[in-house]
């Protein structure tokens, strides 16, 4: 036969000892627990009724409490211009977050390339940027390459042996050959040069001998300044005594005139 709790409770009896049973045991731990809940509540009202009662009996009694001892308002931290004179509890030694580094990460970090920052010591970058032979060998290279390709443009637009030079590829094919000719043909510039200097130096003298020739055979005083303008003949001590004196007493006159009026005391 099945059991009670199997069957629907509309097919049983609304009335009998099964529902009494329940009914018994449902209003018995309804009054355990309201009994309990009073209990607590009587506990909780006691309580608070006696500290009520220390506390109202203690107050008339009791010192009224102390002020707390306030700090004064510290002083602005005026820090030093220079950091360094900061001091350190740890020997100077800088602090940082999350403990020493370790042997790895340092080893690490000198070899990282971080954006906008120079390269790091230990890599190919940083010795070629930080070699200073490097930068002056390019240096004095590209000076030395200007200055021999200037010279060589301007040789072959004033030398008159330009044909006489060798092909390029004569120093690669017979580079002795081609220097000894390359030698030649700057010393027969070298002498063309000289040959040119002293025929000017010759004319210019020759013209200053017909210059002479002429004022001699016109009766021209030899006193002659630049461009025919004729020179200035110099003074000697008495002129420029007298010179001397005329300055003076021109600046003693001066000094006597009357002070010109002025309007306002401004103009």
């Known amino acids: 036969m099945a059991g009670t709790a199997s069957i629907p409770r509309f097919l049983l009896p609304q009335h009998g000892l099964i529902w009494r049973r329940v009914a018994n045991t ?11 809940t009073a209990a607590t509540r009587r506990t909780q009202l006691a309580r608070f009724a006696a500290s009520s009662h220390a506390n109202n009996s203690s ?28 001091a350190r509890a740890n020997g100077g030694i800088p602090r940082h977050y999350g403990g ?8 690490r970090q000198k070899v990282k390339d971080y954006p906008g920052l120079p390269p790091p010591p230990e890599s190919w970058a940083h010795r070629v940027l930080m070699k200073r032979w490097i930068h002056l060998t390019l240096t004095c ?19 008159p042996f330009v044909d006489m030079l ?10 002795i050959a081609a220097t000894r000719q390359l030698v030649e043909v700057v010393r027969l510039n070298e002498m063309h040069n000289a040959k040119r200097v002293s025929e000017h ?9 017909k210059r002479k020739a002429y004022r001699k055979a016109h009766g021209l005083p030899e006193e002659q300044g630049i461009f025919g303008m004729g020179t200035v003949p110099l003074k000697n001590a008495e002129e420029l005594a007298a010179d001397a004196a005329a300055a003076e007493a021109s600046a003693a006159e001066a000094a006597k005139a009357e002070p010109r009026k002025k309007y306002l005391g401004i103009f």
């Open 201 to 209: 130096r010759k004319r210019i003298t020759d013209d200053v001998d």
């Open 141 to 159: 290279g590209t000076l030395t390459a200007l200055a021999i390709f200037t010279a060589t443009e301007n040789f072959k637009r004033n030398s």
């Open 100 to 107: 020493a580094l370790g042997f790895e990460e340092v080893q």
């Open 26 to 36: 449902t209003n018995g731990s309804m009054m355990t627990t309201t009994t309990k």
């Open 166 to 175: 060798p092909a390029w590829g004569d120093f690669l094919s017979h580079p």
């Open 59 to 86: 107050s008339p009694t009791s010192p009224p409490p102390q002020p707390s001892n306030i700090l004064e308002k510290p002083e602005r931290f005026n820090p030093p211009s220079h950091g360094a004179r900061l």
